[in-house]
């Protein structure tokens, strides 16, 4: 427990007093009472240290705090959300907005008006969208099997230890000038950066349910930026992004050049790479690939308010104890483990969003069905959350992925995986084979008013000879696919799972996971060009550098 010269407790106190008046006492004639009100301030902590061509561009150290509020009215069975969430209103006016972000002082009466706003608001929004439901209701098809709005939990109590954000601001300025002035020799690159940033995030939850939680986050990056045009106008860009949980993990200097040294001369490879035409057949997605292939093609599809909402494909709904992936892979979904491989896990965490514990969930076993990502929202046959529920700073909480495991029970060495993907090739009478090595970035639509569809930019993407085995690198294409075909072709897995953190955005905003796979062989993946219009170089070459 905390002991009372821990200035945090203010702040618990402050959401303990306004909640339990607010619950007490809010009401408007005629209008249901809150069944529920949950209070979340998030603290962030954070320093960024920004430079280009040997020189800082920012150096900036920042506190702030924004302010969640849920309001539920009704009842557990049925209340104020809709579509398990999905959408649901935001405060959209300016004078709402002014109440998400809270004061960065510890001032007990600032915090109790904040929060008695905001309140006040969500308890407005929240009656309107009750009556908007029930008037909904005559018109909509009830299901025979009802299924609650809101789970019931038992309320968690757990204070996190105060622990100050650590790091080395002279250092770290020093390196980010010495490792961005070192690309003062690729004059052909048009921009370049380098980066040092951190953050500390401590949440406070109290609710109604009688949960009053603190806990505290942290993570810093080492980032590399550089973006150049090859010969025919095309924009080329890789950034690589390096992810510690704790300060005393981040190496020293010697580390950062070597990762900038291979960011140069991939790009510089890039630049020089030929175009790859339109592609359908086998290809290898290396470990980090092959994270974002899980995450974008299954991982969003098995969270919970996916299952349930009438504006989403459903691409797993019903689908429990049916076969949805090959019998040598499990998936398991885990916030509690804090690193593997001696690499931390960005999607680690002790308690979700709504004050639940994060919990490990088996989704796939053996490639059968066995569960969803749960939130507080219900789904047919699972009543209670798995601690999956996790927004950013004012959207509603969904279910969301933590930290994603990939798990073969048949892993081939990198070799076999080679030479599995030239005999696909010939089977198919394919003129190469393709490995993709990493992915920037990845997104997917599980809309049911739109294509079922993920897709991924990868950056370093090569071809294979089918005789020599020889890998030619090249340029100029994304990979697309739906979801069910692309799963299903997967034909086996390597033996060395590696880590992929990223920063994931969704409807209930930008959160940290990781993804945790091996490398994967699929019998077929679809590659198309990318978007990106050809530009002209700038009309004067940089200045000499002295």
């Known amino acids: 427990m905390i002991n009372d010269s821990d200035s945090r407790l203010i702040i618990l106190k402050a959401m303990k007093k306004e909640q339990k008046r607010a619950f007490s006492r ?3 004639e005629n209008f249901e009472k809150p069944y529920f009100i949950g209070y979340v301030i998030k603290e962030y902590d954070s320093y960024n240290i920004w430079g280009r061509y ?3 561009f920012l150096n900036s ?3 702030t705090r924004h302010m969640y509020c849920e309001v539920r009215v009704g009842s557990h069975d049925f209340d104020n959300t809709i579509n398990g969430g999905v959408p649901r209103k935001v405060l959209e006016k300016a004078e709402s907005h002014k109440f998400l972000q809270g004061p960065i002082e510890n001032n007990i009466n600032a915090l109790r008006l904040a929060l008695w706003r905001l309140t ?3 308890y407005k929004e929240a009656l309107a969208q009750y009556l908007e439901k029930k008037g909904r209701m005559l018109n909509e098809v009830i299901k025979k099997k009802k299924i609650p709005d809101f789970s019931k939990e038992h309320a968690s109590h757990h204070v996190d230890p105060c622990r100050p954000l650590t790091f080395d601001d002279v250092r770290f300025r020093e390196s980010v000038r010495k490792i961005s002035g070192n690309f003062r020799n690729c004059r052909k690159f048009i921009n370049t950066w380098v980066q040092m940033m951190g953050k500390k995030e401590t949440k406070f939850i109290v609710n109604t349910d009688g949960s009053e939680i603190i806990t505290e986050n942290f993570y810093h990056v080492f980032g590399l930026h550089a973006s150049a045009l090859a010969d025919d106008g095309m924009p080329l860009n890789l950034t690589r992004n390096f992810y510690y949980r704790d300060h005393l993990e981040i190496p020293g200097d010697d580390f950062m050049e070597r990762e900038r040294e291979n960011l140069v001369r991939d790009l510089s490879n890039l630049m020089k790479a030929p175009l790859l035409d339109p592609y359908s057949g086998p290809a290898i997605f290396e470990p980090e690939a092959a994270g974002v292939f899980f995450h974008e093609a299954i991982g969003h599809r098995l969270e919970g308010e996916r299952q349930i909402s009438s504006e989403e494909g459903h691409t797993f709904s ?9 019998p040598s892979l499990t998936i398991v979904d885990d916030p509690s483990v804090k690193s593997f491989g001696g690499k931390s896990l960005l999607g680690s965490y002790l308690y979700d969003d709504e004050g639940i514990p994060g919990q490990k969930v088996t989704l796939v076993k053996e490639g059968i069905l066995e569960g969803y990502l749960l939130s507080r929202t219900p789904v047919e046959g699972f009543s209670h959350s798995n601690g999956h529920g996790r927004n950013d700073f004012y959207e509603f909480p969904q279910a969301r992925m933590a930290s994603f495991f990939v798990h073969t029970s048949d892993g081939k060495s990198k070799a076999e995986l080679k030479s599995l993907l030239l005999k696909e090739a010939r089977r198919q009478k394919k003129p190469h084979g393709l490995i993709i090595r ?3 970035s990845g997104e997917t639509n599980t809309s049911r008013y ?3 569809a993920f897709s991924g930019n990868p950056k370093m993407v090569y071809k294979v000879n089918l005789s020599t085995g020889r890998e030619t690198l090249v340029r100029g294409v994304q990979f697309v696919g739906t979801p069910l075909t692309s799963i299903s072709k997967i034909i086996a897995a390597g033996d060395t799972p590696e880590v992929h953190n990223a920063i994931c955005g969704a409807e209930s905003g930008w959160i940290p996971v990781s993804a945790i796979a091996p490398a994967v062989l699929v019998e077929e993946i679809e590659l198309q060009k ?3 219009k050809n530009k002209k170089p700038p009309i004067l070459p940089p200045p000499a550098i002295v």
């Open 26 to 28: 809010i009401t408007l």
């Open 54 to 56: 040997g020189a800082l």
């Open 61 to 63: 150290r920042e506190k």
């Open 120 to 122: 006040d608001l969500k």
């Open 318 to 326: 019903g689908k429990l104890g049916e076969r949805v992936l090959s």
């Open 438 to 440: 990493n992915v920037d």
């Open 450 to 452: 739109s294509f079922q």
């Open 530 to 532: 990318t978007k990106e």
